[in-house]
């Protein structure tokens, strides 16, 4: 069986270079023992460590004459090391500590020069540790009557699916207070403070929002969330206006005999003033529809998105607005590295639709792939946004292969393969080649991690 799962790996690998509630808990364990400290509190540690590989070309300037900044080779590692304490029944803790700098979560290796002395001066130094997580939550019913918990802290945060809001990379300062009112209904009120500026004036970002859920029955769910974002004096890097923005999420789905389907649309609307000009107003809106079908080992599946954009003729600002972290949102190559036609990089779904194919399995009891197949254009034919852009002669994006494997070594350790390739459209020609014939991009990682 070995033998051909290593066959298996390596057809994937060649083919590869040719992600819930508001708050996100850490993945721990199912079989993690606990130890018992002073006065019975439950304390649990996990961590795990990794090691990945990576190879990029022509995910910034589509042109393979020239090495840049979006053709890069390297190795980087990470290591967690959590503490999760579980005081009495009602109260708990978690402490996350993580590799890497504030805004990355891990180290790129030989990136310090480091202390070696000698012929060879370089190497011979000691990774950096940060604070990833670090919470407080209390639950119970208390003077509500009704089970509430109040949790305040740094946290991995999103708001419903993450359409318009997901930051569960690094995550935020954030206070969420939480009830169900009723059984099945559940309401998180929240508020995240984005960026502070100086204590002393007005020029804070800080987001206000609901977002509430209710089970149907033990299938299907419905939901809403309702945002505003006030950023005094800062709005997309410029010093001096002020956004004003709200977003109206709803969202469903269901599963019903092995068949899913999930709905998600997003509305905003507000302004931003103190321009100088006149007030800009904010009217973007994205959606998304999936439907999937699960026949084990295999579940396939189709999806279509779509978000908005501006072109040359707006005056108001119609991009859908989004805050994205630097993770995957939805294609391994498009968006993830390369900018997006919206001309951001990890912006999420911006001036773009698709239509997608997917199919994944647990080909054996230790082999899991997956292979997904995107059809991207432009809403507009714009790279940019109302801010600054680029009228384009096409809308076409490209078509995108993207395929995934984990192979379990054995408790706790993952072999992992992530590749995708952008057979690149005619958008590009003119977005950032000034009119030549736009280069395809790929991305290829590979890794190891061992998580306990």
């Excluded at 990774?127 to 089970?147: D, F, R, T, Y």
């Excluded at 809001?165 to 984005?194: R, W």
């Excluded at 501006?310 to 119609?318: G, H, I, V």
């Excluded at 991009?319 to 036609?341: C, G, I, K």
């Amino acid at each position: 069986m070995k033998k051909y799962t290593s066959i298996l790996l390596s057809i994937m690998l060649v083919l590869g270079c040719a992600a819930m509630a508001f708050a996100v808990p850490a993945d721990i364990p199912a079989d993690t023992t606990a130890a018992i400290a002073k006065g019975g509190t439950r304390v649990t540690i996990d961590g795990d460590v990794r090691v990945r590989g990576r190879m990029f070309s022509n995910v910034t300037d589509f042109n393979s004459d020239v090495r840049s900044s979006g053709d890069n080779s390297l190795y980087d590692s990470r290591v967690r090391l959590g503490v999760t304490a579980q005081v009495t029944p009602n109260t708990m803790g978690r402490i996350l500590l993580e590799s890497g700098s504030t805004n990355a979560d891990g180290y790129t290796w030989g990136s310090v020069a480091g202390t070696a002395k000698g012929t060879l001066t370089a190497g011979d130094y000691k990774a950096p540790v940060q604070i990833l997580e670090a919470w407080i939550q209390h639950k119970g019913s208390g003077l509500l009557g009704v089970p509430a918990f109040i949790k305040a802290g740094h946290m991995p945060v999103r708001v419903s699916n993450g359409l318009f809001y997901s930051h569960t990379y690094l995550g935020d300062d954030a206070i969420l207070v939480g009830v169900e009112p009723v059984k099945g209904l559940n309401l998180i009120f929240h508020t995240l403070q984005l960026a502070e500026g100086s204590d002393f004036r007005s020029d804070d970002t800080t987001v206000y929002g609901v977002i509430g859920s209710y089970a149907v029955n033990k299938n299907s769910t419905i939901g809403f969330d309702a945002t505003y974002v006030d950023a005094q004096n800062s709005f997309a890097g410029l010093t001096g206006p002020d956004l004003h923005l709200w977003n109206f999420g709803v969202n469903a789905k269901t599963n019903i005999s092995g068949f899913g389907l999930a709905a998600d649309i997003a509305i905003q609307t507000g302004k931003v003033d103190d321009t100088g000009g006149a007030d800009i107003k904010m009217k973007g809106w994205a959606a998304k529809l999936d439907a999937d079908y699960t026949f084990d080992p295999v579940k396939v599946g189709v999806g279509f998105g779509y978000g908005s954009g501006d072109d040359s003729t707006s005056t108001n600002y119609k991009t859908f607005a989004t805050s994205q972290d630097v993770a995957l949102h939805y294609t391994w190559v498009y968006e993830r590295w390369t900018p997006n036609a919206a001309g951001k990089v990890n912006g999420g779904l911006q001036n773009t639709w698709y239509v997608t194919a997917k199919a994944s399995a647990d080909l054996t009891k230790e082999v899991y792939a997956d292979l997904s197949v995107w059809y991207l254009r432009a809403a507009k034919a714009y790279y940019g946004d109302l801010l600054s852009g680029i009228t384009t002669s096409s809308k076409n994006i490209g078509i995108e292969v993207d395929a995934n494997i984990k192979y379990k070594l054995d408790k706790g350790l993952t072999y992992f393969v992530e590749a995708g390739y952008l057979f690149a459209g005619k958008f590009w020609d003119d977005a950032v080649r000034g009119g030549a014939k736009a280069d395809d991009a790929y991305a290829v990682r590979h890794g190891v991690q061992l998580s306990f």
